[in-house]
Structures are given as C-alpha cells and as structure tokens.
C-alpha cells in the first residue's frame, strides 16, 4: 500500500496542476554503461548535463521549446494555479531537473515523487507502470484538479482530470520549433477559471474511452 504524502493546503479556488516533468518540460538521456552516448537524440544538442551519483552514470537534458515561457506562464499565474510535479522519477535525479527548471523553487513548492505512485502490472504482458493517482488528495478539490502527463496509462484513476501532453522526445526531423507548450498555456488559460474543470476535459480529450479502447480500464 503507498503511503499518501501530506500535501499543503490549497487556497480553495486554485486549480491545482500536477504535472510530470519528464517528456514534458524536456526529455533526459541516462547513459547507458554498455553503450554510452549511442543512443542519445541526435538531432540537437543537450543543453545541460549532470552526473548522478547513485547510480555513477552521467545524465543528458534537452529542453523542449518554449520551457521558459511556460513556466513563466505559472510565475504569472500564481494565485490562479498551483502547480505540483508529480513524477515517476526517484528523487536524486528530480531535485538535479530541478534545479535546471526552477531553481529557487519559485513556481514548484511541492514535488511528489516516484515512491507517490502506484504499482500497475499485468505479468502476463509484461506491462510494468509506475501510475498515478490524483483523486486520492483529500485536500485538494477533484473538480479543481488536473494532471498533464504524456502516459496515457497515469490517466486510469481520474481519466476526467487528464490533460495529454504530446511526448517531447529531443527529435526534430528538420520541423519548425515545437509549440506544444504554447498550446499547454492556452489550454490551462481556458480551463483555470472554471469551476468544475472535468466536463471541459471530458469533452476535449475523450480520455475514458481512449483508456476503454486500449482495455486499460
């Protein structure tokens, strides 16, 4: 049974964002000890990289296109969202995109990590998910709440609180810059002010019957 980590109180009229760092903001490369630098994006160049001690390997991290102004987007927002990471990650790795993203912890107070999350599995198709679940923050109103997450499957517990974001793999293939943040901001924009965020949600993505079809749920 995972334990359910204390979060703050929330202003009551805030929409609370729980949001999945990886292939979101940007995309991490670990390298691997066999193979190194092969299988790494090749269509750019990492703009940061850091070493992880515990498990003595370096980490790549491209930036996704419009990062900055995203988080911009939540400086500015602050007394309309409240936004949480809420990542499958472990820790030690987290607190390194961190303080890439959000240095003096400005916009994410709050971080939930991978020992927040639940274990999917089903053995006979070797399918293996650490899942999130939202609806399980008392404190927080279901009807306030949304997770932006690029795994369809963390979407099971609270599928009416899904936002799908595009996965930001670093690979361009000769496009023009990546807008997906752009569209992210014009979304939360939309939604932020509603008082029951799920209809909306609903309505625009599908996501329950997307899960149904997949027999996800």
Not at 174 to 180: F, I, L, N, T, V
Request: hydrophobic share 35%; aromatic share 10%; glycine share 2%.
């Amino acid at each position: 049974m995972v334990a359910i980590p204390n979060l703050p109180e929330s202003q009551e009229h805030k929409l609370t964002m729980f949001i999945e760092l990886d292939d979101v903001l940007l995309h991490s490369y670990i390298c691997d000890e066999n193979f190194g630098y092969i299988g790494n994006p090749a269509s750019k160049d990492p703009e940061h990289e850091f070493f992880i001690q515990e498990i003595n390997q370096p980490c790549l991290v491209y930036m996704r296109d419009h990062w900055e102004e995203f988080m911009t987007y939540l400086k500015d927002n602050e007394d309309m969202i409240d936004p949480i990471v809420y990542t499958s990650a472990q820790q030690p790795y987290t607190k390194h995109v961190l303080n890439i993203i959000d240095p003096k912890r400005e916009v994410f107070k709050t971080v939930l990590y991978q020992n927040a999350c639940y274990m999917f599995e089903i053995k006979e198709e070797e399918i293996l998910f650490n899942i999130k679940d939202i609806s399980r923050f008392r404190n927080r109103d279901i009807r306030r709440s949304v997770l932006l997450d690029p795994q369809p499957v963390n979407f099971m517990m609270a599928p009416e609180n899904a936002m799908p974001v595009f996965a930001y793999t670093a690979e361009y293939e000769g496009r023009e810059k990546d807008p997906h943040l752009l569209n992210v901001i014009e979304e939360l924009d939309e939604i932020k002010d509603i008082e029951d965020i799920r209809p909306a949600l609903k309505e625009r993505y599908g996501v329950r019957q997307i899960l149904k079809n997949s027999k996800l749920i």
